[in-house]
């Protein structure tokens, strides 16, 4: 019995940021494949973001294990930017006495 490869496209899409979002929704692939690396079903997944179509996790697991190198490509690279980008939030917004400035805000009448 021959087997007939059968080819669809797979469901994500690149935003304008450079984001892979899944399936016509706002779910990011890195917000798959982490589920799918912490041992999370196809089915829970698409329970836990009920925007999602079930066949489109499983396209999209399927995608990552096919081409594991390119997707941790692309996982590490946005791992590198969040770590810009809160390093550039914790310079503008400096965490330290954050404490001291709610409890004074919440001391002083109004």
């Known amino acids: 019995m021959a087997v007939a490869k059968i080819r669809e496209e797979i469901p994500i899409k690149l935003n304008k940021d450079g984001v892979y979002l899944v399936g016509g929704t706002r779910v990011t692939l890195d917000t798959i494949v982490r589920a799918h690396k912490r041992g999370r079903s196809a ?17 999209v697991i399927g995608y990552y294990l096919h081409n594991p190198a390119t997707v941790e490509q692309y996982l590490e690279k946005r ?5 810009q980008v809160r390093k550039l939030n914790e310079t503008r917004f400096p965490q330290k006495g954050v404490r001291a400035r709610l409890a004074a805000r919440t001391q002083s009448p109004k």
């Open 43 to 59: 089915e829970t997944i698409a329970r836990q973001y009920p925007a999602l179509q079930l066949a489109d996790v499983y396209f």
């Open 79 to 83: 791992a590198q930017l969040a770590k």
